[in-house]
């Protein structure tokens, strides 16, 4: 072999050891998550939901476009976890049906393996009921959500109603200096979940105006530019109630026997009741 291809063949498998060292992981966050009788969970989910970067000795959170990634634990409860950027610290919550999510806060390559231990957490219940023609119904496969209180991406639990109305978590308390909140079309209530339960969540109560369309009107139709009656929203949460009314833009078609009709909804204001 010629100096020259010597060489050349050096500097090729150079650039290779490179190339292998700049893609190897650098950062690895692992651990193991269990139930409070100490049994390994398989199929959490483990969500990164905020970072932070180390700029001159002062930690400073970094945002990033797209979608945070996750990972799931294996058959042995255990999540090894692979970031390719040092100097990092991260966020996780960890989560898994029928228990309380957990939140980590300020992870790092110092970290030890993580112990991650999932309660059962408390029920939280409430109800969505609408009002039709003075009559209170059970609201069927509408979403309430609860949400918060992780960093950068919001957590939300979601919960379809029953065909009482009814919707369910299960949470624990949140962490120092966050809430919880319950979401319900556009509105957001706060609550205070504690490590003893059953939790009370707000009741909402939709009244629901229903007006025929003129004779030879389309279902697809768009609405006449009458003022539509109001929808009244009422939220009942321990010992006060709010109502708020109001409209936005939109109305949807609702398939009624024998009646085409459109329903205004929507809210502009708020008025407490109660103590």
Known sequence: MTGQSGKLLGLVLLAFLAGNVAAAPVVTV?????DEQGSLLEGVKVQLCGMEELRNGVWVRVYRLGEMPFWTTDKQGRFVIEFNEPGMRYDFWFEKHGFAP???YGISA??????VLLKRGVLVTGTVTRLVRGKEKPVEWVEVVLSGPSTDLMYRQGSVTDHNGKYTFRAGPAPPGKNWSVLFLNESIEIDIGEEGPVAGPDFVVELTVREKPKGVQPDAPADSGQAAPLNFTIENRDQSMTRTGYIGAVFTVAWP???AVCPFGFTSWRRAGP
């Open 110 to 115: 110092e970290s030890e393996d993580l112990k």
């Open 30 to 34: 692992a651990g193991i998550v269990t």
């Open 102 to 104: 957990t939140f980590l």
């Open 258 to 260: 024998f009646v085409a």
